[in-house]
């Protein structure tokens, strides 16, 4: 089946640093790709949805000047948490899609804020 | 878009033991999709159902939808410890998933 990574598995960082976060999708193209959020003993909760070439669309209560979404290219697209505070500590998934693959989930992102 | 709800939250079954967990919508739903998360890991794809009163099996899993397409539920025959997880459903709009709350289940040996 299609494959979509992530990078990096885990992170650690200060409160008021910032952390990017990579998803590829790595034997197809994905036109589309989504970027969720889960808190411990929580569902995932979708942030932002990612078209290659064009502005990302945020779901309603997350701040898109926090949660910067970069989708360069057909295999790309990255999160980049910017000042990030404990509260932003969480577990970060991306899916990829496209018609023909499917809807296909990253391993997530572990993000710890100190 | 509207939610998911679903239930119970929790269940704890001894190994053997049946279980299910369902599904409910205000809205007639789409297509419904079914994912298992382990401790730790992400979602894994289960199934899509998308016909009216659409029954599909995987082994000891049988997933429903209803004839009015707004429920449907997963139910495990003789649970394994390996079935140990969090169940989600999750209605489709175009790539975008909305997931319903999920039903943690834990199998004791």
């Known amino acids: 089946g299609a494959v979509v990574s992530q990078h990096p598995s885990r992170v650690i960082c200060k409160s008021g640093t910032s952390v990017k976060i990579e998803c590829r999708s790595l034997d197809f193209q994905a036109t589309t790709m989504f970027w969720y959020r889960q808190f411990p003993k929580q569902s995932l909760m979708l942030m932002a949805t990612s078209n290659e070439g064009s502005k990302a669309t945020y779901e309603q209560g997350v701040e898109k000047d926090k949660f910067l979404i970069n989708h360069a290219s057909l295999t790309l697209s990255t999160l980049t948490v910017t000042s990030a505070h404990p509260e932003d500590s969480s577990f970060y998934i991306c899916s990829a899609s496209s018609v023909l693959a499917g809807v296909y989930f990253g391993p997530g992102t572990r993000l710890t804020v100190t | 878009g509207q939610q998911v709800m679903q239930i119970p939250q929790y269940q704890h079954v001894q190994e053997g033991e049946d279980f299910t967990t369902y599904c409910n919508s205000s809205?007639?739903?789409?297509?419904i999709q079914w994912y298992k998360q382990r401790p730790g890991g992400h979602p894994v794809f289960l199934i899509q159902?998308?016909?009216?009163?659409e029954v599909k099996k995987q082994k000891r899993l049988t997933f429903q939808f209803g004839e009015a397409k707004k429920n449907s539920s997963l139910h495990i025959t003789a649970t394994q410890t390996t079935d140990v997880g969090t169940y989600f459903c999750?209605?489709?709009?175009?790539?975008?998933?909305?997931f319903g709350q999920g039903t943690e289940l834990s199998v004791k040996p």
């Open positions: 159902l998308v016909k009216s009163g």
């Open positions: 999750a209605r489709n709009q175009g790539g975008k998933l909305i």
């Open positions: 809205t007639t739903l789409s297509n």
